[in-house]
T-cell receptor, first 113, second 112 residues
Framework: DAMVIQNPRYQVTQFGKPVTLSCSQTLNHNVMYWYQQKSSQAPKLLFH???????NEADTPDNFQSRRPNTSFCFLDIRSPGLGDAAMYLCATSRVTGPYEQYFGPGTRLTVT | GENVEQHPSTLSVQEGDSAVIKCTYSDSASNYFPWYKQELGKGPQLIID?????GEKKDQRIAVTLNKTAKHFSLHITETQPEDSAVYFC???????????FGAGTRLTVKP
């Protein structure tokens, strides 16, 4: 089945220790998104890629970076995680043309100790 | 930018009753309105969506209505079942724009 896959599902990192979250998709969608979702809140868009074009949200901290080496993969790098970065990180994809549904992965729950 | 408000934040209904969740949006250019269901520990899943050229859409027990003039849209779930218990998010975006704004979510509990 075509899908959005996120690894790992649970990640524990130490305060200040860089961490990378991974997302892959078999939908061949042009657009990939990263969202941060804190407990009992709506997903908050961090940035998205339209093919290789990177689009950062104005209020996304510099501590968050992303890479998209090819159509299928996208990575979220947190350079120096703080306690406030503990959250669920959701990856999503969508096509550029036609329907604009976003397809979400299961998320990675990040804990910062 | 777009601002989406969602009410209520929590909703508890008896199995078999109907549930209604309402959202308003601020940007009149928004033209795509999806609803997502998020179960505990999982990513949001699209359950129904509506585009601005349509006033209502139904899919079995789920329906969405859109009032463009008033800039609000609603999710209606009939004959609720315990498995409908989840957090529901509305969202709004502009077709051709990859920026989707979510409401704050509604935690629906269906009591057996």
């Amino acid at each position: 089945d075509a899908m959005v896959i996120q690894n790992p599902r649970y990640q524990v990192t130490q305060f200040g220790k860089p961490v990378t979250l991974s997302c892959s998709q078999t939908l061949n969608h042009n657009v990939m998104y990263w969202y941060q979702q804190k407990s009992s809140q709506a997903p908050k868009l961090l940035f998205h890629y339209y093919d290789k074009d990177f689009n950062n949200e104005a209020d996304t901290p510099d501590n968050f970076q992303s890479r998209r080496p090819n159509t299928s993969f996208c990575f979220l790098d947190i350079r120096s995680p703080g306690l406030g970065d503990a959250a669920m990180y959701l990856c999503a994809t969508s096509r550029v043309t036609g329907p604009y549904e976003q397809y979400f992965g299961p998320g990675t729950r990040l804990t910062v100790t | 930018g777009e601002n989406v408000e969602q009410h209520p934040s929590t909703l508890s209904v008896q199995e078999g009753d109907s549930a209604v969740i309402k959202c308003t949006y601020s940007d009149s250019a928004s033209n795509y309105f999806p609803w997502y269901k998020q179960e505990l520990g999982k990513g949001p899943q699209l359950i129904i969506d509506i585009r601005s050229n349509v006033g209502e859409k139904k899919d079995q027990r789920i329906a969405v209505t859109l009032n463009k003039t008033a800039k609000h849209f609603s999710l209606h779930i009939t004959e609720t079942q315990p498995e409908d218990s989840a957090v529901y998010f509305c969202a709004a975006s502009i077709r051709g724009n990859n920026d989707m704004r979510f409401g704050a979510g509604t935690r629906l509990t269906v009591k057996p």
